[in-house]
């Protein structure tokens, strides 16, 4: 979504379609500072892979000072 919002915002693109065909002929270079951005967000991400493990989800708690229902989410 972010990605078209901009595509709209600075090249005034507005269908799927008509961003499809830009990102083919010219790729992601409108968005490469938004895409920068995201992907540092996504690098502080921590995935637990199993919510059930108790150890997991209490060293996550622990971790970033969560209460253990809202690690899960963390």
């Known amino acids: 979504m972010g990605v078209k919002l901009?595509?709209?915002?600075?090249?005034?693109?507005?269908?799927?379609?008509?961003?499809?065909n830009y990102i083919k002929k010219k790729g992601y270079g409108?968005?490469?500072?938004?895409?920068?951005?995201?992907?540092k967000l996504f690098a502080l991400v921590t995935l637990i892979d199993d919510t059930k493990n108790v150890k997991s989800v209490r060293d996550v708690a622990e971790k970033y000072k969560l209460l253990p229902r809202v690690s899960t989410m963390a």
């Open 6 to 20: 901009l595509a709209e915002e600075r090249l005034n693109i507005k269908g799927k379609y008509d961003l499809k």
């Open 30 to 39: 409108f968005a490469n500072d938004f895409l920068d951005r995201l992907h």
